[in-house]
């Protein structure tokens, strides 16, 4: 965020007061009484109040404003979730960004920091559009389609955005109209799986930061167990659910006429390898879809409170890494009837995991 600090500036009301330390930098700290960047600190009610303010200004004012309030993910929905509800009440648009995300990516910061389960919170307001990209292109299209949607065409929506702060390499957007167009509707194929090499395929679907960990677990399934993958970005299961419920509605009032299907029904149907499913929050959230899945579908997820320790270990011990991943992928095979239970059973030795590890929502009674 440095450079906005210099090119839109810092609002302060008597402008710059003061020479910052970093005056001879190229970016340096500059506030103006012009400023576009409110830097509210740490008041998480009164930057939500400046965001509905900012929202409404294209009735109040007639001047249509962008807000990006960006902050922690933790104290987003869970902190201020009345007021983001309040905005669905005044019609306010806008994107809300939240950063540092995921019950693991936010290495050493614990429970009162590591946020698992804003998207389920999000997922209950109507007017919320919500995004978990794992790619810095989905980010850019997101962006883009959110002020068409809110700017262009007038929806009276809030985007929900959340961003991390894990540094991972960056691919270029993948060629096809449907790479584009999945990214908005949640769901598309990131990459093919390997038909050169025969052997039991399976789908990889990956979001947010736990994307790494997909393609890392994509390696260690061929490498070491003969196993092709192919790769799934899910950028929302909040929309992919609700599109599905639309249509699901349609055709329980529609009984003699042709069924509709949904964006995720059209894009997995007549393919029967099973799905593993792996995120950075709980496991009801890619749960969301499972009604609509028909073959062996595995959620992998962080339920149960952050801890404090490295990202390796967190995603371990909350069995979302690449080894949990590719185990997942081999039971899944197994339930299949494409490897069998002995298979899964060896790999999950093989890749070092205790199987009889209690998940830290499990409480002693």
């Given at each position: 965020?440095?450079?906005?600090?210099?090119?839109?500036?810092?609002?302060?009301?008597?402008?710059?007061?003061?020479?910052?330390?970093?005056?001879?930098?190229?970016?340096?700290?500059?506030?103006?009484?012009?400023?576009?960047?409110?830097?509210?600190?740490?008041?998480?009610?009164?930057?939500?109040a400046?965001?509905?303010?900012?929202?409404?200004?294209?009735?109040?004012?007639?001047?249509?404003?962008i807000?990006?309030?960006?902050?922690?993910?933790?104290?987003?929905?869970?902190?201020?979730?009345?007021?983001?509800?309040?905005?669905?009440?005044?019609?306010?648009?806008?994107?809300?960004?939240?950063?540092?995300?995921?019950?693991?990516?936010?290495?050493?910061?614990?429970?009162?920091?590591?946020d698992?389960?804003?998207?389920?919170?999000?997922?209950?307001?109507?007017?919320?559009?919500?995004?978990?990209?794992?790619?810095?292109?989905?980010?850019?299209?997101?962006?883009?389609?959110?002020?068409?949607?809110?700017?262009?065409?007038?929806?009276?929506?809030?985007?929900?955005?959340?961003?991390?702060?894990?540094?991972?390499?960056q691919?270029?957007?993948?060629?096809?109209?449907?790479?584009?167009?999945?990214?908005?509707?949640g769901?598309?194929?990131f990459?093919?799986?390997?038909?050169a090499?025969?052997?039991?395929?399976?789908?990889?679907?990956?979001?947010?930061?736990?994307?790494?960990?997909?393609?890392?677990?994509?390696?260690?399934?061929?490498?070491?167990?003969?196993?092709?993958?192919?790769?799934?970005?899910?950028t929302?299961?909040?929309?992919?659910?609700?599109?599905?419920?639309v249509?699901?509605?349609?055709?329980?009032?529609?009984?003699?006429?042709?069924?509709?299907?949904?964006?995720?029904?059209?894009?997995?149907?007549?393919?029967?390898a099973?799905?593993?499913?792996?995120?950075?929050?709980?496991?009801?959230?890619p749960?969301?879809?499972?009604?609509?899945?028909?073959?062996?579908?595995?959620?992998?997820?962080?339920?149960?409170?952050?801890?404090?320790?490295?990202?390796?270990?967190?995603?371990?011990?909350?069995?979302?890494?690449?080894?949990?991943?590719?185990?997942?992928?081999?039971?899944?095979?197994?339930?299949?009837?494409?490897?069998?239970?002995?298979?899964?059973?060896?790999?999950?030795?093989?890749?070092?995991?205790?199987?009889?590890?209690?998940p830290?929502f499990?409480?002693?009674?």
């Amino acid at each position: 965020m440095d450079p906005l600090f210099k090119q839109v500036g810092i609002y302060a009301p008597f402008g710059q007061r003061y020479e910052p330390v970093d005056s001879e930098l190229l970016l340096s700290y500059r506030e103006s009484q012009s400023g576009q960047v409110l830097e509210e600190g740490i008041t998480e009610a009164g930057s939500m109040a400046s965001f509905q303010a900012a929202g409404t200004a294209y009735a109040t004012h007639a001047v249509g404003t962008i807000p990006f309030y960006v902050f922690y993910s933790m104290f987003g929905f869970q902190r201020v979730g009345d007021q983001v509800w309040q905005s669905g009440d005044a019609r306010a648009r806008g994107f809300l960004i939240g950063a540092t995300a995921g019950r693991t990516t936010l290495a050493g910061e614990g429970l009162q920091h590591d946020d698992g389960h804003s998207h389920l919170i999000a997922h209950a307001m109507p007017h919320v559009v919500a995004y978990d990209p794992a790619f810095a292109y989905e980010m850019a299209a997101l962006v883009r389609r959110g002020i068409t949607r809110m700017y262009e065409r007038g929806e009276d929506i809030v985007y929900y955005v959340t961003i991390y702060n894990e540094n991972q390499v960056q691919p270029a957007l993948p060629s096809g109209a449907s790479v584009t167009e999945g990214i908005h509707r949640g769901l598309y194929q990131f990459a093919a799986a390997d038909t050169a090499n025969a052997g039991a395929r399976v789908r990889l679907f990956g979001s947010g930061a736990i994307m790494g960990e997909v393609l890392k677990a994509r390696d260690l399934l061929r490498d070491r167990f003969g196993v092709q993958a192919e790769i799934w970005s899910a950028t929302s299961y909040s929309e992919l659910r609700r599109e599905a419920l639309v249509v699901e509605r349609w055709n329980r009032r529609h009984p003699d006429t042709t069924p509709r299907k949904a964006w995720l029904q059209e894009q997995l149907e007549g393919d029967r390898a099973p799905i593993v499913a792996a995120s950075d929050w709980m496991t009801a959230m890619p749960d969301l879809i499972a009604p609509w899945i028909d073959v062996p579908y595995l959620v992998l997820g962080t339920d149960g409170f952050g801890l404090s320790d490295t990202r390796e270990a967190l995603r371990a011990f909350f069995s979302v890494d690449a080894a949990h991943i590719a185990a997942a992928a081999m039971v899944a095979l197994s339930r299949n009837g494409d490897r069998s239970a002995s298979d899964a059973a060896a790999a999950i030795k093989e890749l070092g995991i205790d199987p009889e590890l209690q998940p830290v929502f499990v409480l002693d009674r």
